[in-house]
């Protein structure tokens, strides 16, 4: 059974840094696609980061320069490094991971940026 679990959200005062997983279970965790995903409280849904298949990552414009995306294959985890964070930052944040071309998701984690 595939499963996604997401954590490492908080409380962080503007300019500060959080780092996300996305520990997956139940598949073999390799070179999947993979993306973080937030939810705004204002119901906002957007991509913010993602992985392709070789490596390669892409950016919501912005958070480029101050999110990164990677994972640990041997851990099967995924992570995603938010620095400098701002009070649009602010969301539920999910991660996403494709597996014989089905998407799968974590719950979720609120980060909340205070100024």
């Known amino acids: 059974q595939v499963q996604l679990v997401d954590s490492g959200g908080g409380l962080v005062q503007v300019g500060g840094s959080l780092r996300l997983s996305c520990a997956a279970s139940?598949?073999?965790?390799?070179?999947?696609?993979m993306s973080w995903h937030r939810r705004t409280a204002a119901n906002v849904r957007e991509w913010v980061a993602g992985?392709?298949?070789?490596?390669?990552?892409n950016y919501l414009d912005s958070v480029k320069g101050r999110f990164a995306i990677s994972r640990d294959n041997a851990r099967s985890t995924m992570y995603l490094q938010m620095n400098n964070l701002q009070p649009q930052d602010t969301a539920v944040y999910y991660c996403?991971?494709?597996?014989?071309?089905?998407?799968?998701w974590g719950k979720g984690t609120l980060v909340n940026v205070s100024s």
């Open positions: 996403q991971i494709y597996y014989r071309g089905i998407a799968y």
């Open positions: 139940g598949f073999t965790f390799s070179n999947n696609i």
């Open positions: 992985m392709d298949t070789g490596g390669e990552t």
